[in-house]
């Protein structure tokens, strides 16, 4: 495949302007200006994040449905399972939703697909095993947005299923109980 890669003119008195005002380099100034990022506020929210910063989460479709599911859970004690990817944000992702629930008191397991034998995403197998294991409700992080046999699948075996993914939707939703993905073609969650 033949790449062809545009590279930003950058505004290179900006630049100056930033390392000298911020006391940074050359790389982080550039990535600044590039991507617009260059008043007072802009640049402190991105250099310095606090909590505050970050969008209502509620502005996600389906995040209520989600929440009160999770809270249900907590409250009976069920079994969930966190349905995760075997990349770099799949394994990040499963590991903070792990820590988060156990911290809130639910005892919560992780399923991640073998890489060479299933590969990504969800599969009708592990759901069965999952089914088997005596999971009520799964949380997928990192996929799930295209897994629509699977996800009917697993409710019709009375798994409850809540997606939560970033990856591009096919033309329908699965049928979860909450899909939460910003690139949901009704997201208005304004992410930037
Ligand atoms: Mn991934």
Not at 10 to 21: I, N, P, S
Not at 117 to 138: C, F, H, P, Q, W
Not at 143 to 158: K, M, Q, R
Request: glycine share 6%.
């Amino acid at each position: 495949m033949n790449k062809k890669w545009q590279i930003y003119e950058t505004d290179e008195d900006k630049v100056e302007e930033l390392k000298e005002k911020y006391k940074i380099n050359n790389l982080l100034a550039t990535i600044l200006v590039n991507r617009g990022i260059t008043s007072e506020e802009k640049i402190r929210q991105f250099l310095e994040p606090t909590r505050q910063d970050f969008y209502d989460p509620y502005l996600m479709k389906d995040m209520e449905i989600a929440v009160e599911r999770i809270v249900k859970a907590i409250e009976r004690k069920e079994k969930v399972i966190i349905y995760g990817d075997y990349d770099v944000d799949g394994i990040t992702s499963t590991t903070v939703l792990k820590k988060f629930l156990k911290d809130l008191g639910l005892e919560v397991s992780y399923y991640i697909p073998n890489r060479l034998n299933e590969g990504y995403g969800l599969n009708k197998t592990a759901v069965e095993k999952i089914v088997n294991e005596g999971y009520s409700l799964m949380i997928t992080v990192d996929c799930g947005i295209t897994g629509i046999e699977e996800i009917d699948y697993a409710n019709s075996l009375g798994l409850e299923v809540i997606v939560t993914d970033h990856h591009e939707p096919v033309e329908e939703l699965p049928k979860a109980l909450a899909v939460i993905d910003n690139k949901r073609k009704d997201s208005t969650y304004p992410l930037y």
